[in-house]
């Protein structure tokens, strides 16, 4: 069974620019979750899906980033414009039942210059 | 809200020698636990979960934790540590409504040959 894949696995971009990371969730899990850690912080929720529809999005920083799951598949997160606080590493996880385990892909590094 | 301590930022320990990583949470009932690795460069791993039951669990890699409700604690624990543990360690439980995760800060683990 596949994991939770992630793209890309590093971006770096300038300030002012736009970028779309991806998230492709094990099969069959409804349950899609954006976590971010930035440098030196903890790891921080973003939003949760549950298959296209936004669960709860009560981490979102601000209307810069919007998220987005097409079909309840896989899910877009883009940042427009990017903001050098934006920089960190952008986790995707999902889970088949609400507060079980969630499996976690290799994150997507973000660096913001 | 949830929150998780874990008090220690960095460890270190010499290979072969024992290791207790811990983990507070405030939660009103009993919690779901969890702890994830993150070795470098790769994402989170699950190293092992308590759900209910026997409040000592077993986890990949030799690892345990145990589950103490009256110290509303979740160390994590190795009896030999190995120079491939050494990675970043996060206890977490659900949020209030089980949804998303809420982690500790992480624990740094070096392992002296």
């Known amino acids: 069974e596949a994991g939770v894949t992630q793209f890309p696995s590093h971006s770096v971009i300038e300030k002012g620019q736009t970028v779309t990371l991806r998230c492709d969730p094990i099969s069959g899990h409804d349950n899609l979750y954006w976590y971010r850690r930035v440098m030196g912080k903890e790891i921080k929720f973003l939003l949760h899906?549950?298959?296209?529809?936004?669960?709860?999005e009560s981490g979102m920083p601000n209307n810069r980033f919007l998220a987005e799951r097409t079909g309840g598949t896989y899910s877009t997160l883009k940042v427009q414009p990017a903001e050098l606080e934006d920089s960190g590493v952008y986790f995707c996880?999902?889970?088949?039942?609400?507060?079980?385990?969630?499996?976690f892909g290799p994150g997507t590094r973000l660096t913001v210059l | 809200a949830q929150s998780v301590t874990q008090p220690d930022i960095h460890i270190t320990v010499s290979e072969g020698a024992s290791l207790e990583l811990r983990c507070n949470y405030s939660?009103?009932?009993?919690?779901?636990l969890f702890w994830y690795v993150q070795s470098p460069g790769q994402g989170l791993q699950l190293l092992l979960k308590?759900?209910?039951?026997?409040?000592l669990v077993q986890g990949i890699k030799g690892f345990e934790a145990e589950f103490k409700r009256s110290q509303s604690s979740f160390n994590l624990r190795k009896p030999s540590v190995h120079w491939s543990d050494a990675a970043e360690y996060f206890c977490a439980v659900p949020d209030n409504y089980g949804q998303n995760f809420v982690f500790g800060p992480g624990t740094r683990l070096s392992v002296l040959p």
């Open positions: 308590y759900f209910s039951g026997d409040t």
């Open positions: 899906f549950v298959k296209e529809s936004k669960q709860d």
């Open positions: 996880a999902s889970s088949q039942d609400r507060g079980r385990e969630q499996f």
């Open positions: 939660y009103g009932a009993t919690p779901y």
